[in-house]
T-cell receptor, first 111, second 114 residues
Framework: KQEVTQIPAALSVPEGENLVLNCSFT??????LQWFRQDPGKGLTSLLLIQSSQREQTSGRLNASLDKSSGRSTLYIAASQPGDSATYLCAVKGGSYIPTFGRGTSLIVHP | KAGVTQTPRYLIKTRGQQVTLSCSPI?????VSWYQQTPGQGLQFLFE???????NKGNFPGRFSGRQFSNSRSEMNVSTLELGDSALYLCASSLAQGPAYEQYFGPGTRLTVT
């Protein structure tokens, strides 16, 4: 059974810092990994989707990498801003096509 | 292009009642998935519909059911509500079924069972 772990569970940083969020998964036989952000009480917004054949994806200040063999993905956020404050979730999709989500990293960026 | 819409956004029900939630996917999307999110269990997959057929089902009791219409809109129903069913119910749509397709989520329906 796939298990997804996100570390740290919570993070508080000053504005302008570069930061790294981690996602690890136990079964490396995945099709893709997707990063989302969720604002309090709201739905999920897709940030980046990495297919299993890819090593990384970039969108603006966000960069996500995938290392299938070690079961890890990182989300790098450059020059963090208060508007980046949210919960970040990763989800892996395996052979069953059912995504497994991590519990998320709650990020606060203070001015 | 309109996003995924869910109605109602908030709902309060009493134990033992039943509830129906609705999801309209992004235009052109044919796959709809439902999730339950609670502080204790996180985000858990309920089921996925594609072409009006349930393609995948998560580990939830039979009180949770769903359906998809020919226009890809989907509904989920929970019968005999329990206090533990209080959660944010999220719907996601994608172009088709399969791992290559990105999921887009709606804002969710907040269900409170009293």
């Amino acid at each position: 059974k796939q298990e997804v772990t996100q570390i740290p569970a919570a993070l508080s940083v000053p504005e302008g810092e570069n930061l790294v969020l981690n996602c690890s998964f136990t079964d490396s036989a995945i099709y893709n990994l997707q990063w989302f952000r969720q604002d309090p009480g709201k739905g999920l917004t897709s940030l980046l989707l990495i297919q299993s054949s890819q090593r990384e994806q970039t969108s603006g200040r966000l960069n996500a990498s995938l290392d299938k063999s070690s079961g890890r993905s990182t989300l790098y956020i450059a020059a963090s801003q208060p508007g980046d404050s949210a919960t970040y979730l990763c989800a892996v999709k395996g052979g069953s096509y059912i995504p497994t989500f991590g519990r998320g990293t709650s990020l606060i960026v203070h001015p | 292009k309109a996003g995924v819409t869910q109605t109602p956004r908030y709902l309060i029900k009493t134990r033992g009642q039943q509830v129906t939630l609705s999801c309209s996917p992004i235009s052109g999307h044919r796959s709809v998935s439902w999730y339950q999110q609670t502080p204790g269990q996180g985000l858990q997959f309920l089921f996925e519909y594609f072409s009006e057929t349930q393609r995948n089902k998560g580990n939830f009791p039979g009180r949770f059911s769903g359906r998809q219409f020919s226009n890809s809109r989907s509904e989920m129903n929970v019968s005999t509500l329990e206090l533990g069913d209080s959660a944010l119910y999220l719907c996601a749509s994608s172009l088709a079924q399969g791992p290559a397709y990105e999921q887009y989520f709606g804002p969710g329906t907040r269900l409170t069972v009293t």
